[in-house]
């Protein structure tokens, strides 16, 4: 397995995930047009939440983040599930090239694209006046510890494309879990003004972890302690999902 | 009967059991260099595990193969760079180009892009796509979409072709174009092993055909040398006897 070899194998992987997208115009518009949805929607709903540091979009600007890079990751899995139904998967199981190429690339192809978003939002939050403490630098590790916990959500979709049959299963699933891992986070509320239940559940969700990292670096600044502890936190979630992921492969791939 | 030195696909007591079914049953055959070899065989005897095994996408219950030389189980990788294949289901990216779909493929075979857009052009030109190269694969009609899949799957040069029932659901013009096709890939010096259940198919397509029923060879040979064994005066009839069926009335 040389490097050229896993080099040219994503290469054409990327290349087609991208193509893919491109030649779906609506869900392009989509990808662009939710986060800012979240932005204006959810922003101007709850202005009246009382939120640390006073100003709600600037408290859900995080939120907006962290939600869309698990909403696109949760669903990324899918078109490894399209590609095993349609037996396109098969056949290229049938050529020498790596089989964890075709999960890898779907984690670069989703980071690549959930940071696109990320940045669409922040320049968009920053046009709205949110104004950001730790500056360009401590923006981009936020994303960076955003893309940590998207690799792992991407994890368990691929996890969840090996497991069922067919998308008409994938997609139900999919939409049942992803709004209440939502709310039970601090995407858009803080932990104070959660019942205490819903608090207990919203500490142990890592989305929780992803959000209040980037929080405190558009809100505060730099919080060397914490963000490293968040860290650490994520990349445990990222290998209990991976290993969760290679246990399906293995069952899937037959 | 071949010797093992220049065979291409070599079968020697493979069984397959998937739980209780046994899917295939010591089945022991040759491949030849250069060949256009036929599985037939009644709807589940066992056609596609044999090519999947060969493929080295299934683990044989018991018994070898070696397909160019490798070892299915020994050498996987060995073995999956020197062959290609054409499944029966449908495999290439509708939300693709054409060219786009040969230069995957391409990639997936470690080619350099350079190499690859060159061989994708040649074998465009060979299979008469030479000016379909830009149109998206979902607007082909089925036997171009075809030709399509089986330039796919010689990007890599294969020592051995697998096309699983190639022409099902063509036309008969373009069932005739398909053969004609492979009838050329063969003559560059690639083996192809094909299964169908058009025995006038494998009849003009074929230098020999091995008949498998539940699991089992029951006869082996070219379509010539069978219907004189068999005393048939096409190849249907050969196949009804070897199968132990026997045509209603
Ligand atoms: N993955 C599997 N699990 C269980 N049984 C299987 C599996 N694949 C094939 N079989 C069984 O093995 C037998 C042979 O199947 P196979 O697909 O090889 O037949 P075939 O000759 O290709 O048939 P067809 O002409 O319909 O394509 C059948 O009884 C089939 O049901
Ligand atoms: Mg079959």
């Given amino acids: 397995m040389s490097t050229t070899n896993l080099w040219r194998e994503h290469r054409v992987l990327l290349g087609r995930w991208l193509a893919r997208l491109r030649r779906e115009p609506l869900a392009v518009l989509a990808l662009l047009a939710q986060p800012m949805v979240w932005l204006v929607l959810f922003g101007h709903l709850f202005t009246k939440m009382s939120v640390p540091g006073g100003s709600y979009l600037r408290f859900m600007t995080a939120g907006a983040v962290v939600m869309t890079t698990f909403n696109a990751c949760l669903t990324g899995g899918v078109e490894l599930l399209f590609d095993r139904e349609s037996g396109f998967l098969v056949r290229l199981l049938a050529a020498p090239a790596s089989r964890v190429s075709l999960v890898t690339s779907r984690f670069v192809y989703l980071t690549a694209l959930t940071g696109v978003q990320g940045v669409v939002i922040l320049v968009a939050a920053w046009l709205m006046g949110v104004h950001y403490a730790s500056g360009i630098g401590g923006v981009a590790a936020g994303l960076a510890v955003g893309a940590l916990f998207g690799a792992g959500i991407t994890a368990l979709s691929v996890a969840l494309a090996f497991s069922l049959r067919s998308h008409s299963q994938f997609f139900p699933l999919v939409g049942f879990a992803s709004l209440p891992l939502t709310f039970a986070s601090t995407a858009l509320v803080p932990l104070a003004l959660m019942p205490g239940w819903m608090r207990a559940v919203a500490r142990l969700n890592p989305m929780t972890y992803a959000v209040d990292a980037l929080r405190e670096l558009i809100m505060t600044g730099w919080q060397v302690a914490p963000l490293v502890g968040t860290v650490g936190a994520l990349l445990v979630f990222d290998v209990c999902c991976v290993a969760t992921a290679t246990a399906a492969l293995r069952h899937g791939m037959r | ?249």
């Avoid at chain 2, 492979?182 to 091995?210: F, I, K, N, P």
Wanted: charged share 20%.
């Fill in chain 2, 1 to 249: 009967m071949t010797s093992s030195a220049d065979a291409a696909v070599e079968v020697i007591g493979l069984r397959k059991d998937f739980g209780a079914t046994r899917a295939l049953d010591a089945a022991t055959f040759n491949v030849a260099r250069g060949e256009i070899f036929g599985l037939l065989g009644p709807n589940g005897a066992g056609k596609t595990t044999t090519m999947r095994i060969l493929l080295t996408l299934l683990k044989p219950t018991a018994g070898t193969a070696r397909v160019a030389g490798h070892d299915v189980t020994g050498e996987p990788v060995a073995v999956r760079e020197r062959v290609g294949w054409v499944p029966q289901e449908h495999t290439v990216d509708p939300l693709l180009t054409v060219m786009e779909n040969m230069t995957f493929m391409g990639g997936m075979y470690h080619l350099r892009p350079i190499a690859a857009r060159r061989q994708a052009a040649q074998l465009l030109d060979l299979a008469g796509l030479a000016g379909h190269g830009n149109k998206m694969a979902k607007v082909l009609s089925g036997g171009t979409r075809r030709k399509l899949e089986l330039a796919m799957s010689l990007m890599h040069v294969p020592a051995v072709l697998f096309l699983d029932e190639p022409t099902v659901g063509l036309d008969i013009t373009a069932r005739r174009d398909l053969w004609a096709y492979v009838r050329q890939v063969s003559g560059q010096g690639t083996t192809v092993v094909l299964t169908t259940h058009y025995l006038e198919e494998a009849d003009a397509l074929c230098d020999r055909v091995a008949i498998i029923d539940r699991g089992r060879i029951q006869a082996t040979g070219a379509p010539g040398e069978l219907k004189i064994a068999y005393r048939a005066s096409s190849l249907d009839e050969v196949f009804l006897a070897a199968t132990g069926q026997e045509l209603a009335a």
